[in-house]
């Protein structure tokens, strides 16, 4: 169970699953018939949206930080991350997620 906020939920349809992000710093996956946590992974700054990508078979996420991540949602691991703020503070990554468009 989340303990912050919560920011974007996500059904993980081929996986029978329910992904949450929220300010915790948290990641987590829960089972969608009974709602039981069954796995999460800790971000290093607080994650504002998520997608699927089936062709790299990654989750990505974006946060407060400018970060986008690419997770192996099977093993909870980064594959990789880029973007972040300049040295003058602007943004330079823009997520898209399903849903929205977010600028972080």
Not at 55 to 78: C, H, K, N, P
């Amino acid at each position: 169970m989340h303990r912050g906020i919560g920011h974007d939920v996500l059904l993980f349809a081929q996986m029978n699953q329910i992904v949450a992000c929220s300010s915790d710093l948290q990641v987590s996956f829960y089972d969608e018939s009974t709602y039981k946590l069954h796995k999460c992974f800790h971000c290093p700054s607080s994650q504002m949206c998520m997608t699927w990508c089936p062709e790299a078979r990654s989750l990505f996420t974006a946060g407060v930080s400018g970060v986008v991540y690419a997770w192996d949602a099977q093993f909870m691991e980064e594959k990789y991350h880029m973007g972040g703020l300049s040295r003058d503070g602007v943004c330079v990554v823009v997520c898209v997620c399903p849903r929205a468009v977010v600028v972080v």
